[in-house]
C-alpha cells in the first residue's frame, strides 16, 4: 500500500493541474467589455421572456401582466430599470429623468399582479421661478379583488374601435382613476412640497389622520384628525 501512494499522489496531482489549466482556459473565454453602447439592454432566458429591462426613454418597455403589453403601441417614455418575473408581471423599477424645469426619480415596488404599493420617491419643478420639491417613502393599499389586468381588459374592449389619440386621452383617464379610486395612499415619510417633513399616516380611504411633523420655521407639530371629525 505504501509503494502505491506516490503513484496515487501523483495521479491526483495531475489531475488537479488539469483542473486548474482547464478552469484558467474557461475564464479567458469570457468576454470583458470596457464599454457598451446600447439604447436599449433586455435580460431574457432561454425562452426569451423578459426579466430587466435597461433602456433609454424611447425603447423602454411597457408595463405587462402575463406578458400582456398595457396600452400597446404606446410610448412608455420613462429611462431607467424596470423588472419583471418569470409569468411577465411587472414587479417594480429603478427610473430618474429631468429637464431644466423638472427633476424626478425613485424606486419602485409592485403588488402582485398589480401596481406599486411601496416606493421612495422624488421630484422637484419650477413653479414662477421658484423651485418646489418633495421626497420620501410612501404606502400604498390596492384591493386584491380589483386586478389591474382586469380592468385593462375591459379598458381595451372599450377603445377598439376608438382612433389612436381618442385611445391614449381615455388611457390617461384610465389611470387617473386607478390612481384615486383604486389606490388609496396610506402613509407618507419624507418632505412635503409645503416644507413639512415628517411622518403622514391616511386611513382607509385616503383621508389624512396623523401628522407628526417638524415645519419650515422649525415647528414641531402633532395634528390628530380624529379629534376634529364626530364619532358616527
Known amino acids: 500500500m505504501k509503494k502505491q501512494l506516490p503513484i496515487i499522489n501523483l495521479t491526483l496531482l495531475i489531475a488537479l493541474i488539469c483542473f486548474l489549466f482547464y478552469d484558467r482556459?474557461?475564464?479567458?473565454?469570457?468576454?470583458?467589455?470596457?464599454?457598451?453602447?446600447?439604447?436599449?439592454?433586455?435580460?431574457?432566458?432561454?425562452?426569451?421572456?423578459?426579466y430587466i429591462s435597461i433602456s433609454n426613454p424611447e425603447k423602454q418597455a411597457l408595463a405587462t401582466t402575463h406578458g400582456i403589453a398595457h396600452n400597446p403601441g404606446s410610448n412608455r417614455d420613462l429611462p431607467g430599470i424596470?423588472?419583471?418575473?418569470?409569468?411577465?408581471?411587472?414587479?417594480?423599477?429603478?427610473?430618474?429623468?429631468g429637464t431644466d424645469e423638472e427633476n424626478f426619480s425613485g424606486i419602485t415596488f409592485d403588488q402582485q399582479k398589480n401596481d406599486q404599493i411601496m416606493a421612495i420617491m422624488k421630484d422637484e419643478y419650477l413653479v414662477d421661478g421658484?423651485?418646489?420639491?418633495?421626497?420620501?417613502?410612501?404606502?400604498?393599499?390596492?384591493s386584491?379583488?380589483?386586478?389591474?389586468?382586469?380592468?385593462?381588459?375591459?379598458?381595451?374592449q372599450r377603445t377598439k374601435s376608438m382612433t389612436k389619440a381618442e385611445k391614449d386621452a381615455e388611457y390617461l383617464k384610465f389611470k387617473e382613476y386607478l390612481d384615486s379610486e383604486i389606490n388609496v395612499y396610506r402613509m407618507f415619510l419624507g418632505r412635503e412640497e409645503s416644507k413639512n417633513t415628517g411622518l403622514f399616516i391616511?386611513?382607509?380611504?385616503g383621508n389624512e389622520r396623523i401628522k407628526i411633523y417638524v415645519d419650515e420655521f422649525d415647528n414641531t407639530r402633532f395634528d390628530n384628525q380624529n379629534k376634529r371629525q364626530p364619532k358616527l
Open 144 to 156: 386584491d379583488s380589483i386586478r389591474v389586468e382586469k380592468l385593462y381588459d375591459q379598458f381595451v
Open 82 to 97: 424596470i423588472f419583471f418575473n418569470r409569468v411577465g408581471d411587472e414587479v417594480g423599477g429603478i427610473y430618474y429623468d
Open 130 to 142: 421658484e423651485w418646489k420639491r418633495w421626497y420620501g417613502m410612501f404606502f400604498r393599499d390596492r
Open 202 to 205: 391616511y386611513d382607509s380611504k
Open 25 to 50: 482556459q474557461q475564464v479567458k473565454n469570457v468576454e470583458t467589455f470596457k464599454e457598451i453602447k446600447a439604447e436599449r439592454l433586455s435580460i431574457i432566458d432561454a425562452e426569451e421572456n423578459l
